[in-house]
């Protein structure tokens, strides 16, 4: 029974930043690709960022590169988001997800579990 849970969301002003953290109960992260999607008010969920099972790599929405950068700390079984330069467009709730196990955390990657979610709000 896999768990995750986000936390790090909250209210920022453009130009600001936040960390959001993905932690995991139930399961080591070690082996599994991780990603964070959000979903908008009135849009579908979309793919922001995810990172391969080694950290080998990372993968970026086109809105976001440059901005956010994803990580992982194996040891604290945590997957983390720093979201710099917020827009008001970031305003969404941001959801933390695992991949395959060895995956690349790719775009297309299939995410079995996904966390209650954590709200960003951006305000100009």
């Known amino acids: 029974q896999v768990q995750l849970v986000e936390s790090g969301g909250g209210l920022v002003q453009a130009g600001g930043s936040l960390r959001l953290s993905c932690a995991a109960s139930g399961l080591t992260l070690r082996t599994y690709a991780m990603g964070w999607f959000r979903q908008a008010p009135g849009k579908e969920r979309e793919f922001v960022a995810g990172?391969?099972?080694?950290?080998?790599?990372?993968y970026y929405a086109d809105s976001v590169k440059g901005r956010f950068t994803i990580s992982r700390d194996n040891a604290k079984n945590t997957v983390y988001l720093q979201m710099n330069s917020l827009k008001p467009d970031d305003t969404a709730v941001f959801y933390c997800?695992?991949?395959?196990?060895?995956?690349?955390?790719?775009?297309?990657?299939?995410?079995?579990?996904w966390g209650q979610g954590t709200q960003v709000t951006v305000s100009s």
């Open positions: 997800a695992m991949a395959q196990r060895y995956g690349l955390g790719s775009p297309d990657s299939r995410y079995d579990y």
């Open positions: 990172i391969t099972w080694n950290g080998g790599s990372t």
